[in-house]
């Protein structure tokens, strides 16, 4: 047997091998729509009728190891590294309509960046039609899925609680066959709520963020997410009223299968776990109080996901904020002799 003959044969060995492995990435790019971490501390605490912007920037460090298989894009690959950088940009408006005594908000989310993915063996894609050895690699900068959220938000005391109705709608920046997409071509809903618990006195923090993604069909890849769940947390000391530390994390487990025409990898579920910390610190911009959050996140009990850590830089400041509601003059009683 001649090398070259020799050599695709090793090669569809290998690849016939890594197909029939159970150690398969759960949802399509072993990613949700719903990015785990950014909702931090005082996640449940709505601001006051007005304009607010908010930036995050990301950075996504994690890998694929032990022949585990990823499908993205009609790609099928093995030990993936996926090494993303992006910035999310959303505009906020909290109107003063109330809703059970609730403040009716509305926001939306543009993110842009480059996830720098790369594959030890590509076993199949929808740009050449064979088997594929060797190395490849996608560092693509793009916009990704837009974000569109309305939430209400309630006070009472130290209790501050809210619902969010997000709908994630594709950008149409996506490319089949390409391995780095930040738009994931996923349309999809998250429902969530969140609670905060808030002591100005003692200084202590307590957030808790559960929530549900129910993804749709990825029309360009036939691939169908299954049902997601997540819940994030934060308890955080405030050392003064501008510095606070604390601990954060997230967990995330996938409650269905994966499925569509386009799933060649099967309907496996992913999990995972991760704990973190956080320091925010409050400063004024001549009169604009500016906010700014660090989050670093370490993940672990990985099941069918990569594995890693990420990091938050979340920047926040008003725009415009409505003058409090004048408190109504005192009735004047007059009474007769």
């Given at each position: 047997?001649?090398g070259?003959?020799?050599?695709?044969?090793l090669?569809v060995a290998?690849?016939?091998?890594?197909?029939?492995?159970?150690?398969?990435?759960?949802?399509?790019?072993?990613?949700?729509?719903?990015?785990l971490?950014?909702?931090?501390?005082?996640?449940?605490?709505?601001?006051?009728?007005?304009?607010?912007?908010?930036?995050?920037?990301?950075?996504?460090?994690?890998?694929?190891?032990?022949?585990?298989?990823?499908?993205?894009?009609?790609?099928?690959?093995?030990?993936?590294?996926?090494?993303?950088?992006?910035?999310?940009?959303?505009?906020?408006?909290?109107?003063?309509?109330?809703?059970?005594?609730?403040?009716?908000g509305?926001?939306?989310?543009?993110?842009?960046?480059?996830?720098?993915?790369?594959?030890?063996?590509v076993?199949?894609?929808?740009?050449?039609?064979?088997i594929?050895?060797?190395?490849?690699?996608d560092?693509?900068?793009?916009?990704?899925?837009?974000?569109?959220?309305?939430?209400?938000?309630?006070?009472?005391?130290n209790?501050?609680?809210?619902g969010?109705l997000?709908?994630?709608?594709?950008?149409g920046?996506f490319?089949?066959?390409?391995?780095?997409?930040?738009?994931?071509?996923?349309?999809?809903?998250?429902?969530?709520?969140?609670?905060?618990?808030?002591?100005?006195?003692?200084?202590?923090?307590?957030?808790?963020?559960?929530?549900?993604?129910?993804n749709?069909?990825?029309p360009a890849?036939?691939?169908?997410?299954?049902?997601?769940?997540?819940?994030?947390?934060?308890a955080?000391?405030?050392?003064?009223?501008?510095?606070?530390?604390?601990?954060?994390?997230?967990?995330?487990?996938?409650?269905?299968?994966d499925?569509?025409?386009?799933?060649?990898?099967?309907?496996?579920?992913?999990?995972?776990?991760?704990?973190?910390a956080q320091?925010?610190?409050t400063?004024?911009?001549?009169?604009?109080?500016?906010s700014?959050?660090?989050?670093?996140?370490?993940?672990?009990d990985v099941k069918?996901?990569?594995?890693?850590?990420?990091?938050?830089?979340?920047?926040?400041?008003?725009?415009?904020?409505?003058?409090?509601?004048?408190?109504?003059?005192?009735?004047?009683?007059?009474?007769k002799?």
């Amino acid at each position: 047997m001649s090398g070259a003959w020799r050599t695709l044969g090793l090669t569809v060995a290998c690849a016939t091998g890594l197909l029939a492995t159970p150690e398969t990435q759960a949802a399509e790019y072993a990613q949700g729509v719903y990015v785990l971490g950014n909702r931090g501390p005082l996640a449940g605490v709505a601001p006051p009728p007005g304009f607010y912007f908010e930036s995050e920037t990301y950075y996504y460090s994690g890998n694929l190891g032990g022949g585990r298989l990823f499908q993205g894009g009609g790609v099928v690959a093995a030990n993936v590294k996926n090494d993303t950088s992006a910035v999310f940009a959303t505009p906020i408006w909290v109107t003063p309509v109330e809703i059970l005594g609730g403040n009716l908000g509305f926001s939306i989310t543009i993110p842009f960046g480059t996830p720098n993915v790369s594959a030890g063996a590509v076993l199949a894609s929808p740009r050449i039609d064979r088997i594929v050895a060797g190395r490849e690699r996608d560092a693509i900068f793009n916009v990704g899925d837009i974000y569109l959220a309305s939430f209400v938000g309630w006070h009472s005391g130290n209790f501050h609680w809210s619902g969010t109705l997000l709908g994630v709608v594709p950008s149409g920046s996506f490319e089949n066959g390409q391995l780095s997409n930040i738009a994931l071509n996923r349309p999809a809903i998250d429902l969530s709520g969140a609670l905060t618990y808030l002591d100005p006195v003692l200084g202590y923090e307590l957030s808790v963020v559960p929530g549900i993604t129910f993804n749709w069909i990825n029309p360009a890849t036939q691939y169908l997410t299954g049902t997601e769940f997540h819940l994030e947390w934060s308890a955080s000391k405030y050392l003064s009223k501008e510095l606070s530390v604390g601990l954060v994390g997230y967990y995330y487990n996938q409650l269905t299968g994966d499925g569509g025409s386009g799933d060649r990898i099967g309907p496996f579920k992913g999990r995972v776990t991760s704990l973190g910390a956080q320091i925010g610190y409050t400063f004024k911009l001549g009169e604009i109080p500016v906010s700014t959050n660090v989050r670093f996140f370490r993940e672990f009990d990985v099941k069918n996901r990569f594995a890693g850590t990420a990091t938050y830089l979340t920047i926040s400041a008003p725009l415009w904020v409505a003058p409090p509601k004048a408190a109504p003059e005192p009735r004047t009683v007059v009474t007769k002799n």
